[in-house]
């Protein structure tokens, strides 16, 4: 079960074509469509280079945030899309995740919606300076 008052880990897995939602270090949920709030996007070097060194591919690259809905990959229902940019992870490429228009590097956002065509994000809203 997800405890909605604590983040949750969001990552690909490749071998079951969807997302794994994880929370207190076990997967708790696969997800065809998820919706977090409150994104971080990580990229644990250490197992980026693992990865690249040829020693097995590795969870090391994630969002975490607050989990808003999620579809279950069995499940007809779907989550509305939001607007937003484009946001991909390319280990062979890039150290962090990119935008996907302008490859600059994106850490943080307002909203992320993962689905089938990849991942979308709002930019975090920063306060106007006084």
Known sequence: MIDPSQPVRVFRNWKH???SIMQGGRV?????????SGVEF????????RMLRGLGKNVH???????????HPHDT??????????????????ASFV???TLAPVTAAG???????GVIY???ELPLAA
Do not use: K, M, W
Request: charged fraction near 30%; hydrophobic fraction near 30%; aromatic fraction near 12%.
């Open 17 to 19: 074509d969807c997302y």
């Open 28 to 36: 708790r949920a696969s997800a065809s469509q998820v919706q977090l």
């Open 42 to 49: 990580l990229v644990r070097e250490s197992g980026r280079n």
């Open 61 to 71: 690259a994630y969002a975490i945030g607050r989990l808003v809905d999620y579809v």
């Open 77 to 94: 229902r779907s989550l509305e899309r939001i607007d937003g940019r484009g946001v991909f992870y390319d280990p062979y490429r890039y």
């Open 99 to 101: 935008d996907s228009d």
């Open 111 to 117: 909203i992320a919606h993962f689905d089938e065509n």
């Open 122 to 124: 709002t930019p975090v």
